[in-house]
């Protein structure tokens, strides 16, 4: 049996230890905004947060999470930062076809909530690993200067 702390609800669930924290919330807890992109922890569309930091949750067993706080994209809009976030991209209109958009919203929130005012090169490093294939790069980086500064 496995305990966490997913978007401020403790949940006991069934894994083996090994299970990666994606699987968790996608087949066993339903959260199915976490999308599984590479499943090597290389293109971001997995990225949730574990107490406040960005990590890819398809490579992070379960069990390792212990008692820290998960935050997926089904909760990230209770925070400042991800409402911020959410409403830029709309603005901006950021999404195209919108798969990886959840990992990147999860990396641009993070960054934001860390660092108010974040210039390119500190956008670059936060977002680095974070896979587009429909290349929205400028208008993701639009929205995350956007957002910056409401």
């Not at 934001?112 to 929205?136: F, K, L, Q, W, Y």
Request: proline fraction near 3%; include cysteine; hydrophobic fraction near 40%.
């Amino acid at each position: 049996m496995i305990s966490l702390n997913v978007n401020g609800r403790d949940y006991a669930v069934q894994a083996p230890d090994d299970m990666p924290l994606l699987w968790v919330l996608r087949d066993l807890l339903n959260l199915k905004g976490t999308k599984f992109g590479c499943g090597i922890a290389q293109c971001g569309a997995c990225t949730v947060h574990v107490d406040g930091r960005p990590v890819r949750s398809c490579m992070l067993p379960a069990a390792n999470v212990g008692s820290r706080e998960v935050t997926t994209i089904e909760a990230i809009g209770q925070k400042e930062s991800g409402r911020r976030i959410q409403q830029a991209w709309l603005e901006l209109e950021v999404v195209q076809c919108g798969y990886c958009q959840s990992g990147q919203i999860m990396s641009a929130a993070a960054l934001i909530e860390h660092n108010r005012s974040p210039d390119d090169v500190e956008i670059d490093a936060a977002m680095a690993g974070n896979i587009c294939r429909c290349a929205t790069y400028a208008r993701i980086r639009a929205a995350i200067k956007s957002a910056s500064r409401t």
